[in-house]
């Protein structure tokens, strides 16, 4: 493949990387809520767009399906928590600042999460996201039996399937329907754009213009 293909996952993070993309001069021609296309041209005709699961995009860019790609803080982490080390091989330049939210912990209103913890009993707790809540849990010496769940995560204490969730929040407003409060907050999330490092030593000429647009792009921007 000589040009180069741009990862995206339909949603969130389409739609705050468009902006970005047209800052750097950069039109996606097919809106994918519209299209059943999962490649999609650019006006570049050396970059097309791919859309995958936001949570397959740091593996299309690490094996070269994609040579760049926005993918969440939270993906990146866990995605590399799982591939060991705590790290993937994939390089990492920019923050693009979009897509914010943050890593929590909630819990239903009546339980008493600071006393589990005082007491160190042991905590159940759902998630999508196993490895981060095992990484945070494990740091503050807190017993967690882990549940990996794929979606819904707030039914989990609501059915007494688990003490807790961890899972992200941006508004609050899904917690507050469901009536569980935030109880800790794991860590601040963002996009990031990621490129395939052999893809950066090949296609430098134009992977390199690429970064440093968007660079620029997220700088002017906000
Ligand atoms: O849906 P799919 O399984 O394919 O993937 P996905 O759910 O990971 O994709 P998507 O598009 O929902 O999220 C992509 C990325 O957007 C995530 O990896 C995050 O980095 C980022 N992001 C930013 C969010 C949110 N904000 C967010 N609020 N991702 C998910 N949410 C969900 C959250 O899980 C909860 O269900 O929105 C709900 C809470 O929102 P509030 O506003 O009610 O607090
Ligand atoms: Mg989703």
């Given at each position: 493949m000589n040009g180069i293909t741009l990862a995206l996952s339909k949603g969130r993070i389409f739609d705050d990387t468009l902006p970005l993309l047209a800052r750097a001069g950069i039109q996606v021609l097919e809106d994918p809520e519209t299209s059943r296309k999962l490649i999609l041209p650019t006006n570049r005709a050396e970059l097309r767009v791919v859309l995958v699961r936001a949570s397959d995009v740091p593996t299309y860019v690490e094996y070269g399906g994609a040579d760049v790609g926005v993918a969440g803080l939270d993906v990146l982490l866990e995605h590399g928590a799982a591939w060991g080390q705590g790290r993937s091989g994939l390089y990492q330049p920019l923050d693009l600042g979009i897509a914010r939210c943050r890593l929590s912990v909630a819990t239903r209103a009546d339980f008493d999460y600071p006393a589990a913890v005082r007491q160190g009993s042991r905590i159940r707790v759902a998630t999508k996201y196993v490895q981060l809540a095992r990484q945070h849990f494990a740091d503050k010496g807190v017993h967690v039996?882990?549940?990996?769940?794929?979606?819904?995560?707030?039914?989990?204490?609501?059915?007494?399937?688990?003490?807790?969730?961890?899972?992200?929040?941006?508004?609050?407003?899904?917690?507050?329907?469901?009536?569980?409060?935030?109880?800790?907050?794991?860590?601040?999330?963002?996009?990031?754009?990621?490129?395939?490092?052999?893809?950066?030593?090949?296609?430098?000429?134009?992977?390199?213009?690429?970064?440093?647009?968007?660079?620029?792009?997220?700088?002017g921007g906000s």
């Open positions: 039996d882990l549940i990996k769940l794929y979606g819904s995560m707030e039914l989990a204490p609501l059915t007494g399937l688990a003490d807790a969730i961890v899972d992200l929040v941006s508004t609050g407003s899904t917690l507050k329907a469901n009536q569980l409060v935030e109880v800790e907050r794991i860590m601040d999330i963002s996009a990031r754009l990621v490129v395939n490092p052999t893809s950066l030593k090949l296609k430098r000429e134009s992977l390199r213009p690429l970064i440093d647009a968007l660079g620029a792009a997220v700088e």
